[in-house]
């Protein structure tokens, strides 16, 4: 029901910015292929079967899981699988692995797939998933790291972490049994990155973990993770399809303050409306640079609708963590 009422919103913006007045398009290429792993070889019958996922891969001998509606069986459906009850945060599929497991050596599970361009040295990029612990997790770890490397890793011999550094960390999201929660970092490449492997690259006694019980099943912190996605944030910006229209929006996704360069005087105010379409702030834009704080805001997706002298109206989407 939320999904369905989310995409009307959203095409009710589209529709209605299309009409009489001029729409600003824009342009954020996700790098990651099947983001949601929803394209499929084959469907998972089975734990460990990530493989099945098309382009993803467990680089080590550790078995992440692939779960999806398609799965016939007990143990890799959605929402039910063999490490708990959850629907998928968007399609019908996500996959799932163990990021801490105090009981069994540092044991760790990762997936990693190939991106679809290379990274651009000294360019600036965001990397986000959503994730939410599985119900048989008797701990609760927010430790979720990015690693970006320029060859395909492979260590098929083990299955504890993996000792390299990764760029991107989760740093402030905590997850939980019931929510898909958005973790999102900013990195600045190297230049020839072309592979994202993602899972826990600490040891046990260096990562966090609290113990919460009420599972009979697994002594770990075991995270599913869904809608993985890397854009370079040069991209975040309204293209200008309209001559005039020259804003720059940064960054994207947003946590705290949200910057707004506007390097055109015709531009004079500025909506911002949560994703049922109700306005939460309007800022009137006096000069080139504004920054809005959006501390207050709750986590999700909002749209921007610039104004200019005209009373034509151009829209923008961010994604607040």
Not at 32 to 48: K, M, R
Not at 89 to 96: P, R
Not at 259 to 280: D, R, T, W
């Amino acid at each position: 029901m939320k999904k369905t009422f989310l995409l009307f919103t959203a095409l009710y913006f589209s529709l209605s910015f299309a009409g009489g007045w001029g729409e600003a398009a824009f342009a954020q290429t996700n790098l990651v292929p099947n983001p949601s792993f929803e394209d499929t070889i084959h469907c998972p019958t089975l734990p460990g079967e990530i493989s099945y996922a098309l382009d993803w891969i467990s680089p080590t001998l550790g078995s992440p899981d692939y779960n999806n509606s398609c799965s016939t069986g007990i143990y890799c459906g959605v929402p039910i699988n063999y490490t708990g009850y959850q629907y998928a945060h968007t399609g019908n599929a996500y996959a799932g692995f163990c990021i801490y497991t105090p009981d069994t050596g540092n044991y760790r599970e990762y997936i990693q797939i190939q991106l679809t361009d290379t990274l651009m040295k000294n360019e600036k990029y965001s990397v986000s998933c959503f994730g939410s612990i599985a119900d048989s997790s008797q701990y609760l770890s927010n430790n979720l790291e990015f690693l970006f490397t320029k060859q395909m890793i492979a260590f098929p011999s083990i299955q504890h972490e993996i000792y390299l550094n990764p760029q991107g960390k989760n740093k402030r999201t905590v997850f939980d049994k019931t929510n898909w929660k958005l973790v999102q970092d900013t990195f600045i490449a190297k230049g020839g990155e072309r592979y994202l492997t993602i899972g826990n690259f600490l040891s046990d006694s260096s990562s966090t973990g609290i113990y919460v019980g009420g599972a009979n099943v697994g002594y770990w912190s075991y995270l599913y993770v869904d809608d993985i996605s890397v854009t370079d944030l040069k991209e975040n910006v309204l293209a200008e399809t309209i001559p005039f229209l020259n804003i720059s929006i940064y960054p994207n996704p947003v946590h705290d303050n949200l910057i707004v360069e506007v390097n055109n005087q015709e531009i004079n105010e500025l909506k911002i409306y949560n994703s049922f379409g109700i306005l939460i702030k309007t800022v009137y834009i006096k000069q080139s640079r504004t920054e809005i704080n959006l501390n207050n805001l709750s986590s999700g997706l909002y749209y921007l609708i610039f104004k200019n002298n005209n009373s034509k109206q151009f829209s923008k989407t961010i994604i607040k963590n």
